[in-house]
């Protein structure tokens, strides 16, 4: 078994993560990418959420307001059909989604098997594209080439991981 990319959240950083989400963090494993300032942009969720039970299929949980934004930008000017149209007639593309799909359930079975979600990862991969965020927080958490489309989200979006727009948190 793997390790997923992703290290231990401190207090400040579930501090972070609970004013950039608005509401309480839950489930938090650890940070699986940061801003260059050093805050959270992307945090690895636990597969079953704490206290309620529920299984959760999102480890890698984009929660960076400015990358959130940018990407519904992406979704509301339907880069998602583009993608997706790209999917289907690019075997390249669709065996790499394959592979980004494969390693994520891997990630997320290095943690815990949920029988109730097991073989589904996120963003509609391994045939749909579905959701930019859970795509580039896949993205960010793997690195440049492991998720094709995640990546390509991350290009066509106005957020680069290199800038800080964080804000002041005040903690």
Same mark, same amino acid.
């Given at each position: 078994?793997?390790?997923?990319?992703?290290?231990?959240?401190?207090?400040? #950083?579930? +501090? =972070? !993560?609970?004013?950039?989400?608005?509401?309480?963090?839950? /489930?938090?494993? /650890?940070?699986?990418?940061?801003?260059?300032?050093? @805050?959270?942009?992307?945090?690895?969720? +636990?597969?079953?959420?704490? &206290? !309620? /039970?529920?299984?959760?299929?999102?480890?890698?949980?984009?929660?960076?307001? $400015?990358?959130? %934004?940018?990407?519904?930008?992406?979704?509301?000017?339907? !880069? *998602?059909?583009?993608?997706?149209?790209?999917? $289907?007639? #690019?075997?390249? !593309?669709? $065996? %790499?989604?394959?592979?980004?799909?494969?390693?994520?359930?891997?990630?997320?079975?290095?943690?815990? =098997? =949920?029988?109730?979600?097991? &073989?589904?990862?996120?963003? /509609? *991969?391994?045939?749909?594209?579905?959701?930019?965020?859970?795509?580039?927080?896949?993205?960010?958490? $793997? &690195?440049?080439?492991? @998720?094709?489309?995640?990546?390509?989200?991350?290009?066509?979006?106005?957020?680069?991981?290199? =800038?800080?727009?964080?804000? #002041?948190?005040?903690?």
């Amino acid at each position: 078994m793997t390790t997923p990319p992703f290290e231990p959240a401190g207090d400040r #950083d579930i +501090a =972070v !993560v609970s004013a950039q989400l608005g509401r309480p963090a839950r /489930g938090v494993l /650890g940070i699986a990418a940061r801003c260059v300032c050093g @805050n959270p942009t992307v945090v690895a969720t +636990a597969p079953r959420l704490p &206290g !309620v /039970g529920s299984p959760f299929p999102t480890l890698y949980y984009l929660s960076h307001p $400015a990358a959130t %934004a940018a990407m519904s930008r992406l979704e509301a000017d339907h !880069v *998602m059909v583009e993608l997706q149209d790209l999917l $289907a007639t #690019d075997a390249g !593309v669709q $065996a %790499a989604y394959q592979s980004a799909h494969e390693a994520y359930l891997a990630d997320r079975e290095s943690i815990e =098997v =949920v029988e109730e979600i097991r &073989g589904f990862s996120a963003g /509609g *991969m391994p045939a749909r594209v579905k959701c930019l965020h859970a795509l580039s927080a896949h993205a960010l958490a $793997a &690195g440049p080439g492991v @998720n094709p489309i995640g990546d390509l989200a991350l290009e066509r979006g106005s957020w680069s991981p290199d =800038v800080c727009e964080c804000a #002041d948190y005040g903690l």
